[in-house]
């Protein structure tokens, strides 16, 4: 259960890096992860590519993300979910209000 963290080269853009199981265990990385970024427009990306499930707990810190990222005008993206963590996000109605990609 990791996560990683890298900004991209346009300094706009934060990648988060979700491996394995993104459940409560995650909780404290990551908020770790965003709580510190305060530049306007920053678009956050959660890459879910490498992540094999998902809880109720990591819908949660999704929102929470999206909160931060709105009071700073930017917004959220889910990255490549596997099948089973997208239909999680799919059950949760996630796609109305992040964008969710391949």
Do not use: W
């Not at 996560?3 to 934060?14: F, L, Q, W």
């Amino acid at each position: 259960m990791t996560i990683s963290v890298n900004n991209a080269s346009d300094s706009k853009t934060v990648n988060i890096n979700v491996s394995q199981q993104f459940d409560y265990s995650l909780h404290q990385g990551f908020r770790d992860a965003y709580r510190n970024v305060s530049a306007a427009g920053t678009t956050f990306k959660v890459d879910l590519s490498k992540a094999t499930y998902m809880d109720s707990s990591a819908l949660g810190m999704i929102l929470l993300l999206k909160e931060h990222a709105e009071k700073l005008g930017g917004r959220v993206i889910i990255s490549k979910p596997n099948e089973s963590v997208r239909k999680i996000l799919m059950i949760a109605n996630f796609d109305q209000f992040v964008t969710i990609e391949n």
